[in-house]
């Protein structure tokens, strides 16, 4: 069992940053990706960016450049925003996996809003 706590959403102004955290605790060692996602109002679930425990990244191309996901330990992956646009205005959420897992992260966090407006 993972749980997973998202912080660090708010209301931040176009062009701004901010930076998400994922705190993970319980079977730590068998989360093989994490990964976060958004979702706005009438859309579905993106995934947004994600890191293996071998640290390969991957981004939506929409973000590339904007947002970098990062692993301190083996506890906590950060998502840092910067240059935010209204767009991108979403609940995120962070999710975490295991190996041999087949349909898709397996561990979600709550999530936590993150607003972008003037």
């Known amino acids: 069992q993972v749980q997973l706590v998202e912080s660090g959403g708010g209301l931040v102004q176009p062009g701004g940053s901010l930076r998400l955290s994922c705190a993970a605790s319980g079977s730590i060692r068998d989360i093989s990706a994490m990964g976060w996602f958004r979702q706005v109002p009438g859309k579905q679930r993106d995934l947004v960016a994600a890191?293996?425990?071998?640290?390969?990244t991957y981004y939506v191309d929409f973000v590339k450049g904007a947002f970098t996901i990062s692993r301190d330990d083996a506890n906590t992956v950060q998502l840092q925003m910067t240059g935010l646009k209204p767009e991108d205005t979403a609940v995120y959420y962070c999710a975490a996996t295991i190996p041999g897992w087949d349909l898709g992260y397996k561990y979600w966090g709550q999530g936590t809003q993150v607003t972008v407006s003037s």
């Open positions: 890191i293996s425990r071998g640290g390969s």
